[in-house]
């Protein structure tokens, strides 16, 4: 976001006006910084063969999966739904993983008749899956390898209480039902959290996982998850991407001449991509003086962006409509009844009813958490593509509330 000559701009397109065409509240995501994030990450490590697995649980619009495919960006998806929704955007089923957590072996049958590339992180089904493909569909392993990572307990998956993965501890059990169903192990996973730091942690769990490749002589892959943190708001230290590029690569290069093939390196990031490429953008419909803040009430609240509240995320707020007023302290919150402050205590330039507010870092986790709450409508998604804005997702309308209620006084009057 660029603020010239008074206006703010996202990729040459006047922010402001988006709202204005499409109304508000409205996501609004530029392709260029989504295809900038994925060239640094892709370009960050140097001599190794990377493949990046775009997590799109993250932000999950089909021209936001194609944007990534014409990139050479594969997926990583945690349900069949996911899955499909990666097929109709022409991804190849063997580019899209299939990464679920504690679903039907149903549904992993299904992913398998798709011809995805299966990750499986349970013993009993990695049994299953034995007993009934034996060594016709090859598979990787989620492994859990214990490492805690990342500053927020919903979101460390790699602990040991996490239901993620199968426990590094347990790799004698998964050995024995590799030898036993003859299984083809052609990648081993691991994803332990987000917001990781530094390298140090990536290579602690990348030391256990080389270890681990040792004993699979099928391997295809290593897929390293994810956690790059990005930065939320100034000062946030966020991981360096380039040092464990280079780290990574380094030790990654080790291990292939070790193992005696050169196997390629995944990662699957999310936020990463497109965290810092999306904004919401919303209405001030009140300025509320209290006995101790001033609150400007606006046309959303956690139906459209819950990270506020579920994670204690912290987003950025700009008053796009005033960039000239003068600073003042407010309490951005929205409209549904439940507590649901957007901003708490935030220098805002004067905001007046009317005003168009963006919330930053709105890219990854926001429209793909919303909800009706309230029984409000889910809003409008627009992609800023080449210096226009393009609409991708329309505004939910009231039918689309009723479409799948079934009124039973209808029903008792037709008969
Ligand atoms: C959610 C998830 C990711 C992406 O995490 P980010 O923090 O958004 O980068 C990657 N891999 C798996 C298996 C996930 O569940």
Known sequence: MNLQKGRYTLGGVDLESVAERFGSPVYVYDASQIIANYKKLKGAFKGVDVKIKYACKALTNINILRLLREQGSGLDTVSIEEAKIGLKAGFAPDEILFTPNSVSFEEIE????????????????????????????????????????????????????????????????????????????????????????????????????????????????????????VKYKEGD????????????????????????????????????????????????????????????????????????????????????????????????????????????????????????????NAGAYGFSMTSNYNSRLRPAEVLIRDGEAHLIRKREVLEDLLANQIDLSAGASQA
């Not at 009430?297 to 005033?322: C, E, F, K």
């Not at 000239?324 to 649901?340: L, P, Q, T």
């Open 110 to 229: 299904e992913a398998t008749e798709l011809g995805l590339a299966i990750n499986i992180d349970e013993l009993n089904t990695l049994e299953a899956f034995g007993a009934k493909y034996g060594n016709k569909i090859p598979c990787c392993i989620r492994l859990n390898p214990h490492i805690m990572a990342g500053g927020n307990t919903h979101i460390s998956v790699g602990h040991i209480d996490s239901k993620f993965g199968i426990s590094i501890y347990q790799l004698p059990h998964i050995l024995r039902i590799v030898k036993h169903y003859d299984l083809k192990i052609n990648g081993l996973h691991m994803h332990t959290g987000s917001d990781i730091l530094d390298a140090e942690v990536f290579l602690r769990g990348a030391n256990l996982l080389y270890n681990a490749a040792m004993e699979f002589k099928d391997l295809e892959f290593l897929d390293f998850g994810s956690g790059f943190k």
């Open 237 to 360: 230290v966020t991981t360096d991407v380039d040092d464990i590029g280079k780290q990574i690569a380094k030790s990654f290069k080790e291990f292939c001449k070790e193992y005696g093939r050169d196997l390629e390196l995944w990662f699957e990031p999310g936020k990463y991509l497109v965290s810092d490429a999306g904004y919401l953008l919303v209405k001030v419909n009140v300025v509320k003086q209290t006995t101790s803040t001033v609150f400007a009430g606006v046309n959303s609240g956690q139906n459209h962006l819950i990270r506020p509240m579920l994670y204690d995320a912290y987003h950025h707020i700009t008053n796009l409509s005033n960039p000239k007023g003068n600073k003042r302290i407010y309490s951005v919150v929205g409209y549904i009844c439940e507590s649901d402050t957007l901003g708490y205590d935030r220098k805002l330039n004067e905001v007046r009813v009317g005003d168009i507010l963006a919330l930053h």
